[in-house]
């Protein structure tokens, strides 16, 4: 009991350090004179996190003594194909300030929408009455801050897993350190997401692309509650890339009942037959749509209202409105960290669901 | 501003539709774990699942404003 109470004070603390650290990465000038400035600079902030970057950074300060912003950041490699493969390192952008040479084209990065664009050596950018820019935009194959996140989570989950499933064998199916904490949640969706819902006999086909899909937005989830501030799974490319996958395994797996309940429902007047068959058409690009906007809305308005609250500590700047304001963005974190969990699983679950209506076999009654 | 005026109205309006629903689920399964505790985790499941898809409509209209 005590040491139960000890660990959980143990998580308290770690995420009441997450927030502050969190609150840190978005230092704000405190410069009396920007007062006014701050509103927009936090909306502007906001903006920018839950946009997708060309630089991994971690943090960003002023030099007193220049009186420029420093940056602390990784470079990322930019890659351009426009005639021809072109390829820099993002620290050579400047976040927007400099304009890359290379050959006889120059590129600029634009620093709201956080795009590249071709430009002429000066680096002007001309605007619609909108603020677009109407510049020439190469096609960007860049590893962005997404890309480099996803790459490092799927590395991570590889050597993870592997490693896990080498040492079940040796053990001869008892799970060791690490694995002690990963085995009932493995089994946790095996017995109860995948096979009350896909069947005894199918289910085994799926259990790798659920087991993946849960993991692998569980831990970006997670990550994106961190100061690292990476912001993958609120990015809608990347829930529909996720819900592409369930589409096609669910259509290609699909046996000859599901099609039938699609386009001739049985036991049904024909004439509703003939009404059924295209909402049910449609309802074939509902299910995986609405796994994709849920998911990244989730994620995206959780980041919004973290963030904001974050920001608010800094407009108040008083004690009593931004502890109060902290307090709320610690309490809305660790919500944040249950529907972390609650998406993967409920993106999990409703993936293994569609996968039963494809494989059902026997004919219930409607 | 007059036309953002309509959309937050109907953003409210969604968001007030939305939450009466997943009340109603709230409602409904601690009523039916109420009445069958053993069938508490599947009543649970049930309510997860039901809660995010009327959520996700919310979003869903959230997003289109």
């Not at chain 1, 770690?14 to 920007?34: A, Q």
């Not at chain 1, 995206?300 to 963005?329: D, E, K, P, R, T």
């Not at chain 2, 036309?3 to 109907?10: C, Q, R």
């Amino acid at each position: 009991m005590n040491k139960q109470r000890h660990l959980a004070f143990t998580i308290l603390i770690f995420f009441f350090g997450l927030t502050i650290g969190r609150s840190s990465t978005s230092v704000v000038e405190k410069d009396k004179n920007l007062k006014q400035d701050v509103k927009s600079e936090i909306k502007e902030y906001i903006n920018h996190h839950l946009k997708d970057s060309h630089s991994f950074s971690i943090t960003s300060y002023k030099d007193e003594k220049t009186g420029k912003t420093v940056y602390i950041e990784l470079p990322l490699p930019v890659i351009l194909y426009d005639n021809g493969l072109k390829f820099f390192w993002s620290s050579a952008l400047k976040h927007g300030k400099k304009v890359v040479a290379i050959g006889e084209n120059f590129y600029k990065l634009e620093y709201h929408d956080s795009k590249i664009y071709k430009t002429d050596k000066e680096g002007t950018i001309t605007y619609d009455s909108d603020h677009r820019p109407l510049n020439e935009k190469p096609l960007d194959f860049s590893i962005t801050k997404n890309i480099a996140t996803i790459l490092l989570v799927s590395i991570m989950m590889l050597l993870l897993f592997v490693s896990l499933a080498k040492s079940f064998k040796q053990n001869k199916g008892i799970s060791k350190g690490m694995g002690r904490f990963f085995e009932p949640i493995i089994l946790y969706i095996r017995d109860e997401i995948a096979i009350p819902n896909i069947g005894e006999k199918k289910y085994r086909n799926y259990m790798s692309f659920l087991l993946t899909v849960f993991f692998f937005i569980w831990f970006l989830n997670m990550l994106g509650l961190t100061p690292l501030g990476v912001n993958v799974t609120g990015n809608i490319a990347v829930t529909f890339s996720l819900a592409l996958l369930t589409f096609i395994i669910t259509n290609v797996t699909a046996n000859k009942n599901y099609w039938g309940h699609i386009f001739w429902m049985p036991g049904v007047p024909v004439i509703i037959k003939i009404i059924l068959a295209p909402i049910e058409l449609l309802g074939v690009f509902i299910k995986p749509f609405s796994l994709l906007i849920r998911l990244y809305a989730n994620i995206q308005a959780g980041h919004i209202v973290l963030m904001s609250l974050i920001g608010l500590m800094f407009v108040f700047q008083n004690w009593v409105g931004s502890s109060l304001s902290f307090g709320l963005a610690f309490f809305i974190s660790i919500i944040e960290i249950l529907v972390a969990l609650l998406q993967a699983y409920i993106f999990t679950m409703l993936s293994a669901l569609y996968f039963g209506f494809a494989v059902a076999e026997h004919d219930e009654e409607h | 501003m007059e036309t953002t005026i309509p959309l937050i109205i109907g953003g409210g309006l969604v968001v007030i539709g939305v939450g009466i629903g997943i009340g109603l689920i709230g409602k409904g399964a601690m009523e039916a774990i109420g009445r069958q505790p053993d069938a508490s985790g599947k009543i649970q499941v049930a309510a997860l699942i039901l809660a995010a898809l009327v959520e996700g409509i919310g979003f869903a209209a959230l997003f289109a404003l």
